[in-house]
């Protein structure tokens, strides 16, 4: 499987764009790319996966490179409660379970 | 309640003793899956059950027994804790493998 690559910690103001990067460059062509978060002390929340295409609910959008390599989860409104660890997790979609968890980036949403 | 719970929320229990977490969702999600989390490390999955009287290794299973009698319900033993076991378990569970999966609150459990 892909690993991940994220940066440690991130700051955003509250009420503007976080954008966190995420770097896959082993990434396969049948490799989904998950976003989780986990705030403190709670199991982890889904986002959003995308495989190739751009996609976007309700919580974020998801933007990947369109050599797959890299992407990036967009929370477009900041708020102090989306302070949490955000996780970029590829997945093989044939595979039987494998979610590989890295450590994560640290989002911290400042007033 | 509706969702996917985990019991107990703590437990503190010393080494050699025989410990058993429970999980129990009421959505009939087909999977369902234990992980563990140590201080600022991401999850690393320990078994996953497919349905129910089917289960599989994941990544850490060494130490860990599981069995699934019924859809609802995965509880989780160690049957001989060690301190390297103590951590958060997370219980999770999804419609299909592939499908987002849901995470109960987790255990927190420390093994003197």
């Known amino acids: ?14 009420g503007r764009a976080a954008n966190l990067p995420c770097n896959h ?53 900041a708020t102090l409660r ?16 494998q979610l590989i968890w ?10 | 309640d509706a969702g996917i719970t985990q019991s107990p929320r703590y437990k503190i229990t010393e080494t050699g003793r025989q410990v058993t977490l429970m999980c129990h969702q009421t959505w009939s999600h087909s999977y369902m899956f234990w ?15 497919a349905a129910a009287d089917i289960t599989d ?10 069995s699934r009698s019924k859809t609802e319900n995965f509880p989780l033993t160690l049957e001989s804790a060690t301190r390297s076991q103590t951590s958060v378990y997370f219980c999770a569970s999804s419609v299909q ?9 987790g255990t927190r459990l420390t093994v003197l």
Request: net charge negative.
């Open chain 2, 35 to 49: 992980y563990r989390q140590d201080l600022g490390h991401g999850l690393r999955l320990i078994y996953y059950s």
């Open chain 1, 102 to 111: 890295g450590a994560g980036t640290k989002l911290i949403i400042k007033p």
């Open chain 1, 1 to 14: 499987d892909a690993k991940t690559t994220q940066p440690t910690s991130m700051d955003c103001a509250e």
């Open chain 1, 25 to 77: 460059s082993t990434i396969s062509g049948n490799e989904y790319v998950y976003w989780y978060r986990q705030i403190h002390s709670q199991g982890p929340q889904y986002i959003i996966h995308g495989l190739k295409n751009n996609e976007t609910n309700e919580m974020a959008s998801l933007i990947i490179t369109e050599d797959r390599k890299s992407s990036t989860l967009i929370l477009p409104h």
């Open chain 1, 82 to 97: 989306d302070t949490a660890v955000y996780y970029c997790i590829v997945r093989v979609t044939n595979s039987n379970y």
């Open chain 2, 97 to 105: 493998v592939q499908d987002e999966q849901f995470f109960g609150p």
């Open chain 2, 57 to 66: 290794k994941g990544e850490v299973p060494d130490g860990y027994v599981v």
